[in-house]
């Protein structure tokens, strides 16, 4: 594969990535949505969280199992509490790896 066609291959990405990223934020910013979907919508990151750390979970290390338990008990309390989601990842990942220190 030749430069050029790598970058052609490269921006046809770029832009078909772009597009439907972009078309939500241009159509919805004229829309006044309800309080429900509003609602729902602030709720998104916390379960796409959930649903990609909670796997992991039963998979980190079957000999002591409680010690991904805890990581994700401090990742939902801190979640719960309505944390920034950056922060309820660090602290879940900080509690797991102290955990594994012991």
Do not use: H, Q
Request: charged letters at 10%.
């Amino acid at each position: 594969m030749s430069n050029k066609t790598a970058l052609l291959l490269f921006l046809g990405m770029t832009v078909v990535t772009y597009i439907p990223r972009m078309l939500p934020v241009l159509l919805l910013g004229k829309v006044k949505l309800g309080p429900r979907t509003e609602k729902f919508l602030k709720l998104i990151p916390y379960t796409a969280m959930s649903a990609l750390v909670f796997p992991g979970v039963f998979s980190m290390d079957a000999a002591r199992p409680w010690i991904g338990l805890t990581g994700v008990a401090v990742s939902g309390l801190l979640a719960w509490r309505k944390c920034p989601m950056v922060l309820c990842v660090l602290a879940g990942i900080a509690a797991v790896f102290l955990l594994l220190l012991i």
